[in-house]
């Protein structure tokens, strides 16, 4: 990561951290980012994965990249390598292997068997409607469980044959034993392990027990000596539980669990089941799908680390949930773009334009600056000749006002790097009233898109040389989601996909620098917005998919406001 960048802003979650040092309660910092392997990455996750491998970074500590593998009936291999690419691709680096919390599993039943022989848990026949049922509400206090009072044998001999897979999927479950009337419904007995025959990614068919989240976490951290578990508000209310697994062990480890708000961002969802349904019901093109909130569609819509990083830096960590307008996620990708993006010319909906007075086979070569933000950005060379396209929107057979610059019968404008031109006549299809070709002249004291008479030329037009120029296709996307908080109208987020978010032109034309770019290069075409090289390019045909447009809507709700 770049050493110019800077230092993270302070949160409650550093303050406490001061503060444990200060007091020496802890002496090195250690963090965690745990995914589930059961899904791609979302922007969400990148919130979290800042916030810990920064922390670690700014206290020359460590931070873990665990998979919490806990639940082999979702999760896959192809999760796993999605989310160490994503997290890489970051900038963040996890220090060697990654940690899985299967490889934690004969040690969470030697602790679990602890449990049952302290008579700190125990096995329950309930089924799970019935352990639902006796867990109360609110209002109401639970009631114990027949099996509640097995003796310590009994639990034993039946924990250690669930094990063994004696018993059906479903069929029993161990329990901590702790308060069926506490006003805490987490602490009403919770379930410690269930029976599932799956197979598991990394442990095969060893275990048909496997543990649950609340049980395993406390553990997890307290293994890899994680001093700070940051972790999402929802688990504000297990912290209790998180603690009392812990102190039922005391010659472990205990690390310190601390929740902050999670990032919602407007015309967007994040949940992964959610996403998981948009991806397998084909709403989307795969979960790299350029509309996607996930890491992998953000990269390939032409997102880079340096503007996620700065967009997390920049909401800040919190303890109230708040929904973030994604105008500040795009407005920080602008900013990064604006430095980096190579200047080029692209025309989307092109429309022939013939310079009746230019030589017929004539080519000539002009130096375009590849970033105007970078002295060092070097040039490159823009074949210009008689035939050429530029944009539809650029040409109207009649100016409709004194403020229009563009092109039109009599009108002068300049191509950009070239030269003035007169539009002098036009071809239209007298059935469709189509515009065929627009007849300009040009001149020749123009060179560069400039004259020393005083002229004024308002308008500048990008432009493509027809005979150099590469076919291409553009993929223009809006938000998947045409409502600021899909679902919240119907119940049914599905309701709210805007049909139209991908438009795909096909018949675009972009300058012949363009083709060597590699995937993911992100240009600027000219008056049109930034755009990225998508990795479904081919030598005959690059495929560019528009990550954002020039204007900044953040930018000027700041300055209203
Ligand atoms: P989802 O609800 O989308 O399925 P999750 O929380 O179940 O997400 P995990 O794989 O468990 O997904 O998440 C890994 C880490 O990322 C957790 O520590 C979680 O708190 C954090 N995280 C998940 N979503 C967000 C979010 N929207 N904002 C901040 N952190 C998040
Ligand atoms: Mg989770």
Known sequence: MADDEK????????????????????????????????????????????????????YNGKCNLRFDDTNPSKEEQEY?????????????????????????????????????????????????????????????????????????????DLFVRMKEGEFEDGSKVLRAKIDMESGNLNMRDPVMYRIVRAEHPRQ????????????????????????????????????????????QLPELFHPQQIEFARLNLNYTIMSKRKLLQLVKEDHVNGWDDPRMPTISGMRRRGYTPESLRDFCSRIGVSK?????????????????????????????????LIIDNYPEGEVEWFDGENNPEDPDGGTRKIPFS????????????????????????GKEIRLKHAYYVKCVDYKKDPET?????????YDPASKGGWTDDGRKVKGTS??????????????????LFNNEAPGAATGNFLDDIDPDSLEILENCWVEPALVEEKAFTSVQFLRQGYFCVDPDSTADKPVFNKTVGLRDTWAKIQRKN
């Open 7 to 58: 230092k993270a802003p302070s949160n409650f979650i550093r303050d406490i951290i001061n503060s444990d040092l200060e007091s020496g309660k802890r002496t090195v910092i250690q963090t965690r980012f745990p995914p589930e392997p059961n899904g791609y990455l979302h922007i969400g996750h990148a919130k979290s994965i800042c916030l810990n491998f920064g922390i670690a970074k700014d």
């Open 80 to 156: 796993i390598d999605s989310i160490q690419n994503d997290v890489s691709w970051l900038g963040f680096d996890w220090g060697g292997e990654a940690f899985y919390a299967s490889d934690y599993f004969d040690k969470m039943y030697e602790w679990a068997l602890i449990l049952i022989k302290a008579g700190k848990a125990y096995v329950d026949d309930l089924s799970a409607e019935e352990i639902r049922e006796y867990r109360g509400t609110l209002t109401k206090p639970g009631k114990p469980s027949p099996y509640r009072d097995r003796s310590v044998e009994d639990n034993l």
């Open 204 to 247: 095969g068919n060893k275990w048909c027990i496997y543990p649950m989240y609340d049980w395993a976490h406390g553990l997890e951290d307290s293994i890899e000596g994680v001093t700070h578990s940051i972790c999402t508000l929802e688990f504000e209310d297990h912290r209790p539980l998180y603690n009392w697994f812990l102190d």
């Open 320 to 352: 109230v949930d708040s929904t973030v307008d994604i105008a500040l996620l795009e407005h920080c990708l602008r900013e990064d773009l604006n430095k980096r993006a190579l200047r080029r010319m692209a025309v989307l909906k092109p429309l022939k």
């Open 386 to 409: 008689r035939e050429l396209w530029i944009e539809q929107d650029d040409f109207r057979e009649e100016a409709p006002n004194k403020k229009y610059f563009r092109l039109a019968p």
């Open 433 to 441: 009233g189509e515009i065929l070709e627009v007849h300009c002249t």
């Open 462 to 479: 990008h432009w493509v040389s027809a005979e150099h120029a590469v076919k291409s296709e553009v993929r223009l996307y809006s938000h």
